[in-house]
């Protein structure tokens, strides 16, 4: 007689909601001092208002972001552990660094920036930018190391949560214009009125091509596997049709990618500031929701 044992083991989650949310904020505001440095480093006037808006941002994120990673360590002296113990083949080494020198070139970029100190702080946006590529892109190459998850393990993974954190970014950034146009615009003149518009416009241009580019990161995920293991397929199908479905499927993608393309590709709407700062809103929740799905939601099937 032939008999089946079966096990209900629990798998303790290696990446929390709470991780998950750290995620977003880091990438933000990461973004966000990206955003900032692009703003800096064009010496366009126009764009002032861009850069220290961003700078504004980076502070209130980076207050945020790390202290829910510290919440999640459970024992908030751990942290130095990572901070003092070196490995460098391992990306939380890396990303501890990381974590250490962008409050230090951020805290002197935004000071001088303030201060009006133009090339003070225009080199310190030149080294301030390797450090914020490294501080939003440590993150993807940690998840990216999650072997027995087939959401996780994928070489594109570093870049698809840049291009997922710029996304935010500009999106959030929109939001804070249209309503810095909405409160002050009335008594701007109409030479800067006309200004903060197009600078408005132009962010939700540069956002369309990074939805772009996050689709294409959600293709290629997605081919990579469902032609890999059944396993990897399963966790593929999990994503757009399981139980992430109604969230990742339908909150990131449809709301949160294929919405706001399509109101910035059609000239009638694309201009109108309530429709867009609802599509910003929508680029924001939907590009939460996908580090959650990715991170946290991907969890839900059991480790191989």
């Not at 935010?168 to 109409?190: E, F, G, N, P, Q």
């Not at 399963?234 to 049709?241: G, I, M, N, P, S």
């Given at each position: 007689m032939n008999i089946n044992v079966l096990f209900n083991v629990p798998h303790e989650f290696a990446l929390s909601p709470i991780i998950s949310t750290y995620f977003f904020l880091l990438g933000m505001g990461g973004g966000c001092s990206m955003l900032s440095i692009w703003a800096t480093l064009t010496g366009k006037k126009d764009y002032k208002p861009i850069a220290k808006i961003g700078a504004v941002f980076v502070i209130i994120l980076f207050c945020c972001a790390p202290l829910l990673l510290i919440i999640d360590l459970g024992q908030p002296l751990?942290?130095?552990?990572f901070v003092t113990l070196f490995n460098f083949s391992s990306p939380l080494t890396?990303?501890?660094?990381?974590?250490?020198?962008?409050?230090?070139?951020?805290?002197?970029?935004?000071?001088?920036?303030?201060?009006?100190?133009?090339?003070?702080?225009?080199?310190?946006?030149?080294?301030?930018?390797?450090?914020?590529?490294?501080?939003?892109t440590y993150i993807g190459f940690v998840v990216s190391m999650g072997v027995a998850t087939p959401a996780w393990n994928t070489p594109i993974m570093p870049a698809y949560f840049v291009t997922a954190a710029m996304s935010?970014?500009?999106?959030?950034?929109?939001?804070?214009?249209?309503?810095?146009?909405?409160?002050?615009?009335?008594?701007?003149?109409?030479e800067q009125r006309g200004l903060d518009f197009a600078i408005i416009i132009k962010l939700t241009r540069f956002l369309s091509l990074f939805l772009v580019i996050n689709l294409f990161f959600v293709f290629t995920q997605q081919v990579h596997m469902r032609f890999g293991s059944d396993w990897a397929a399963?966790?593929?199908?999990?994503?757009?049709?399981g139980k992430m479905g109604m969230s990742f499927g339908i909150i990131t993608l449809l709301f949160g990618t294929f919405l706001p393309l399509l109101v910035i590709a059609l000239p009638k709407i694309n201009k109108q500031l309530p429709i867009l700062f609802v599509c910003m809103f929508f680029v924001v929740i939907g590009i939460y929701v996908m580090r959650f799905s990715i991170t946290t939601g991907s969890q839900f099937l059991p480790i191989m």
């Open positions: 751990r942290f130095w552990y890396w990303g501890s660094i990381f974590l250490c020198l962008y409050p230090i070139f951020a805290s002197a970029y935004i000071t001088f920036m303030f201060m009006g100190w133009t090339r003070t702080y225009k080199a310190l946006a030149w080294c301030l930018l390797p450090v914020a590529i490294g501080y939003i935010t970014a500009i999106a959030w950034m929109t939001m804070v214009a249209i309503v810095r146009y909405w409160l002050l615009s009335w008594k701007w003149s109409d399963t966790a593929a199908q999990f994503l757009l049709e």
